[in-house]
């Protein structure tokens, strides 16, 4: 088959985290410089369809059979598609996603993305099943995602993996053991999409604070935080965000960083998980409430007006009423800003699925409202203390939803329309917030 001539046409479709929708890019960036593919966003036309899977929660295979049923009913009519499944319920299943979906070409892990090109020429020569889901390779990001066009803010990822194996979570079994990624190689993607405009990153991992590089020259570690401060030196990079962060690794060091590194944001998404250490021991997260609001304290003495959100699990099994009264108690004693919060989800094979677990759903259901509505409160109060005050913004484009307007984020993560010049997009600018409702975005003007 001449594959040159005519490019074939990509559809995938994502589900999932920020490293998952990243990974996706890097799909597409591997597979557009091969010349003989395209990306489309309509899977009815495309020559091969990739799903790029999730299994954090939710029922993972059903949601993925669903989709495969769709997929099939394509394949019937063109043969010759090339479906492939690949994230992390692909790792998780292997092959038994095959028995119950022949029609299926390629199984591929969250590792092996750089070698999808050789995975569809294998699969254009020979119709078996081919499975690629095992190694820990940081070879992908070799094909970060380069963007033409210009942008202004961006993700790198620094690390992969996760060695903690929290009860409840299938990470550290997906996407397999904790990888840094070189520091130089970091920079020097930082500092080419600085010349497309990047002025924010945002460094990516599952875990970024247990990043470090073991030097064996001088047997010294580069940690996280020297991460951060080599970030600080390029000149043009004004903001540096990180996702997600672990309690257990926030060491002094990342602390102090916040005293010298301006560019660091005055907002941290710091996961706690529940606010009772009996949970939290049962979560085997290795740190107490106790230890989780000795960090933000010394935070907040360095950068009183500092904005902390959290991840919440709801229901874990054992979590009493007791348990959840003491989260609620937690969640105004640390004033968390917005936040995101889920009912538990038993993951196969993790050590939190044999526990027993004798909450009633509707109890679940009831308690994460609760505590939704408790957080939806605290972040109005956040908001509402904004108004009036001057926010740094980066301008990041025209308004979604009115093209007479701008649009940017402030430190604090919230988006923010105003009327300006459309010469500010890229820049950082003051406003002043004159309205905290505007159809559910902030309303600033130039000061
Ligand atoms: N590394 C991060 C979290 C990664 S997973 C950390 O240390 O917190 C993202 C979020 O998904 C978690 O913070 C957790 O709140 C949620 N999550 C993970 N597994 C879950 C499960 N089995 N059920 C419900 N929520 C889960
Ligand atoms: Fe999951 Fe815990 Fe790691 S939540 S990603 S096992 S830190």
Redesign the pocket.
């Known amino acids: 088959m001449n594959t040159n001539k005519i490019k074939k046409k990509i559809y995938i479709k994502t589900w999932g985290?920020q490293m998952n929708e990243h990974d996706s890019s890097i799909i597409k960036n591997i597979l557009q410089k091969e010349k003989k593919y395209t990306v489309t966003n309509k899977p009815e036309i495309s020559n091969i369809l990739i799903l790029n899977t999730c299994s954090?929660?939710e029922k993972a295979q059903e949601k993925l059979f669903h989709q495969l049923g769709r997929w099939k009913k394509l394949k019937q009519k063109n043969p010759d598609i090339i479906i492939a499944v690949g994230g992390c319920v692909a790792t998780q299943e292997g092959k038994k996603i095959y028995k119950r979906a022949k029609f299926i070409n390629i199984i591929f892990g969250p590792q092996s993305l750089h070698k999808l090109p050789k995975l569809l020429y294998q699969s254009y020569k020979n119709k078996n099943l081919i499975i690629d889901i095992k190694g820990k390779s940081l070879k992908k990001f070799d094909y970060s995602p380069q963007k033409q066009t210009k942008k202004f803010t961006s993700f790198v990822t620094i690390m992969e993996g996760?060695n903690?194996y929290?009860s409840?979570?299938?990470?550290p079994y997906t996407r397999g053991k904790e990888v840094s990624r070189d520091n130089k190689e970091i920079i020097s993607e930082i500092k080419k999409l600085t010349t497309i405009g990047v002025r924010e990153i945002i460094l990516l991992g599952?875990?970024v604070n247990s990043y470090h590089i073991n030097n064996t020259l001088n047997k010294k570690k580069y940690r996280f935080s020297d991460l951060l401060y080599s970030i600080s030196e390029i000149p043009e990079i004004q903001r540096i965000r990180y996702i997600?962060?672990?309690p257990k690794d926030f060491s002094d060091d990342i602390i102090q960083a916040y005293k010298y590194i301006p560019q660091l944001t005055n907002f941290l998404h710091l996961?706690v998980?529940s606010g009772s250490n009996k949970i939290l021991r049962l979560m085997k997260r290795g740190y107490t409430i106790e230890v989780y609001e000795n960090i933000i304290n010394k935070l907040k003495h360095i950068r009183p007006k500092i904005n902390i959100s959290s991840?919440?699990?709801i229901g874990f099994p054992g979590e009493t009423e007791d348990d959840f009264e003491k989260t609620l108690h937690f969640i105004s004693k640390i004033n968390f800003d917005t936040s995101?919060s889920?009912?538990?989800?038993?993951?196969p094979g993790?050590r939190?699925a044999k526990l027993i677990d004798n909450t009633s759903i509707e109890e679940k259901k009831n308690r994460l409202s609760i505590l939704q509505k408790k957080i939806s409160q605290q972040s109005l109060q956040w908001r509402r203390r904004m108004l009036g005050t001057t926010q740094s913004v980066l301008v990041e484009g025209i308004a979604k939803n009115n093209i007479q307007e701008l649009y940017g984020r402030t430190e604090n993560n919230r988006i923010i329309n105003f009327e300006g010049n459309p010469k500010f997009i890229g820049k950082f600018i003051k406003l002043k917030v004159i309205d905290i409702n505007y159809n559910t975005y902030l309303k600033g003007e130039v000061t």
Do not use: E, G, L, M
């Open positions: 985290c954090i929660r996760c903690k929290c409840f979570c299938i990470v599952q875990n997600t962060s672990h996961p998980q991840d919440f699990i995101y889920f009912i538990y989800s038993k993951r993790t939190a």
